[in-house]
């Protein structure tokens, strides 16, 4: 089954303990992407890879690192949370190329930093 | 500033009717524009996209308008179904990879 995971579902945290979330995706896509969901605002990008190693920052990447080591994975990191990072995160994937905008989503990963 | 406006936060429409799902822009650059549906606790879903050589696109229940003279996009879903109670999420894109999306709108579906 064609799909993005995200691990883990639910976290709650304190602030500045350093944190991982996990993206997967099984689709061979080479276009990955991290965004925020927030009350109000919709979807926010946070980072995003056109490729391997090749990242690049969205639009709030302030507190928010990323890697692609690997095609399948797109991890995102929080090296020291704070309380304004609290929120609802999408990783999501899709293929290159024009018009390619259809992006398919995990779901979801809800994080609260007290 | 938003670039991508959706201006109801909620919309109630009974079932078999149609819904009207509307959005706004202000960006010129868009060329592209996408409709998307999430459930509670789940990631969203591509819907339906338009690109803006076209003023419609058309597929099964669902239709989306763009009328770029006037910076707006609408969603028509006919007949409403119960299934479709959902947020959707209109988002554009300007030629990159980046989409910008609207805050969202939800559909509830009355029997």
């Known amino acids: 089954e064609a799909q993005v995971t995200q691990n883990p579902r639910y976290l709650i945290t304190v602030t500045g303990k350093k944190l991982t979330v996990t993206c997967s995706q099984n689709?061979?896509?080479?276009?990955m992407s991290w965004y925020r969901q927030d009350p109000g605002l919709g979807l926010r990008q946070i980072y995003y890879s056109m490729n391997v190693e090749v990242t690049d920052k969205g639009d709030v990447p302030e507190g928010y690192k990323v890697s692609r080591k690997e095609k399948r994975n797109f991890p995102l990191i929080l090296e020291s949370p704070s309380p304004n990072q609290t929120s609802l995160y999408f990783c999501?994937?899709?293929?290159?190329?024009?018009?390619?905008?259809?992006?398919?989503f995990g779901p979801g990963t809800r994080l609260t930093v007290t | 500033d938003q670039q991508v406006k959706q201006n109801s936060p909620s919309l109630s429409v009974q079932e078999g009717r149609i819904s009207i799902l509307n959005c706004d822009y202000t960006?010129?650059?868009?060329?592209?524009f996408l409709w998307y549906k999430k459930y509670p606790a789940e990631g969203p879903t591509f819907l339906i996209s338009i690109s803006s050589i076209k003023d419609k696109n058309e597929d099964g229940r669902f239709t989306v308008f763009l009328n770029k003279s006037a910076k707006h996009l609408s969603l028509h879903i006919v007949p409403s179904q119960p299934g479709d109670s959902a947020v959707y999420f209109c988002a554009a894109s300007a030629s990159n990879y980046q989409l910008i999306w609207g805050a969202g709108t939800k559909l509830i579906i009355k029997p």
């Open positions: 689709m061979n896509h080479e276009y």
């Open positions: 960006n010129s650059m868009f060329d592209y």
């Open positions: 999501a994937s899709s293929t290159r190329g024009r018009f390619s905008y259809e992006q398919y």
